[in-house]
């Protein structure tokens, strides 16, 4: 095998292609400097990261140098990025945001042992957000001068309900 072969997907397709790779992985920009994410090449980058071979060491590293980007790395995006990190933390009985002080190969063996990793990734993300929308209600105050529960009277006969301009 010749270096080339080594090298993953994203590499070789960046070397002869960088702006497709943008907009596989990262974002673009406008001329208004607007950024700009092509969701139909993400899926197609998505599909390249799971077939990988490097995919458990880019996770590895993007979770433990904490990037807080746009870009898609191993397949995942910050959103799942930091869904996944809470998860490993839990689980290696780490503070949510410490996982930059250890080891990538930690992360990286946690990955390998787990290979349920992404559903319960997509469980623990769902159960998360179940909560916080819980909590949220919980603490909604409810008053009785909402719109809704106004006591209405009906319209007198004769008169017609519309608008008045």
Request: with cysteine; glycine share 8%.
């Amino acid at each position: 095998m010749n270096g080339r072969d080594m090298m993953p997907a994203c590499a070789r397709i960046a070397a002869v292609d960088p702006a497709m790779a943008d907009r596989m992985w990262n974002t673009t920009t406008d001329d208004d400097g607007r950024d700009l994410v092509d969701e139909r090449m993400r899926g197609k980058g998505r599909v390249l990261c799971a077939a990988c071979p490097m995919r458990l060491d880019c996770i590895s590293r993007a979770l433990v140098n904490g990037w807080k980007d746009k870009a898609v790395y191993g397949g995942l995006d910050y959103a799942s990025r930091w869904t996944l990190a809470r998860l490993i933390a839990r689980d290696l009985h780490i503070a949510d945001g410490g996982l930059h002080r250890i080891p990538r190969s930690r992360v990286r063996d946690w990955l390998a042992e787990h290979p349920d990793w992404g559903e319960r990734m997509r469980r623990d993300g769902r159960d998360y957000w179940r909560r916080t929308k819980r909590r949220q209600r919980s603490r909604r105050e409810y008053t009785h001068d909402d719109p809704l529960s106004l006591p209405t009277e009906p319209v007198p006969k004769g008169l017609v309900q519309g608008s008045l301009f």
